[in-house]
């Protein structure tokens, strides 16, 4: 079992930035694939970007490329999501999840935190 925590959110300006933490409990953490998604109102949740076990390889929703950062401390059992140049559009709050394969579908993660709140003012 794992038990995930966002932390982070907030209000920002269009074109600051932002960084969320994941922190996770469990011994296990450096064996999961760490997943950062969002949802907005009225629209479903979107995957946003991974980043595989090891640490050492990450993808990104054409949305996040190049503006957002994936990365994880193992020996912290904490993941994060800095996030730059940030538009009113990135409003929404943020996942993180953990799955022993995950993907960028939901259903391919099995564990979920509760959610933080970013919101960017244009």
């Known amino acids: 079992q794992v038990q995930l925590v966002e932390s982070g959110g907030g209000l920002v300006q269009a074109g600051g930035s932002l960084r969320l933490s994941c922190a996770a409990s469990?011994?296990?953490?450096?064996?999961?694939?760490m997943g950062w998604f969002r949802q907005a109102p009225g629209k479903d949740r979107e995957f946003v970007g991974r980043?595989?076990?090891?640490?050492?390889?990450?993808d990104y929703a054409d949305s996040a490329k190049g503006r957002f950062t994936i990365s994880r401390d193992n020996a912290k059992n904490t993941v994060y999501l800095q996030m730059n140049s940030l538009k009113p559009e990135d409003t929404a709050v943020y996942y993180c999840?953990?799955?022993?394969?995950?993907?960028?579908?939901?259903?391919?993660?099995?564990?979920w935190g509760q959610g933080t709140q970013v919101t960017v003012s244009s």
């Open positions: 980043i595989i076990r090891s640490g050492g390889s990450t």
């Open positions: 469990g011994r296990t953490f450096s064996s999961y694939t």
């Open positions: 999840a953990a799955g022993s394969f995950g993907t960028t579908t939901m259903r391919s993660y099995d564990y």
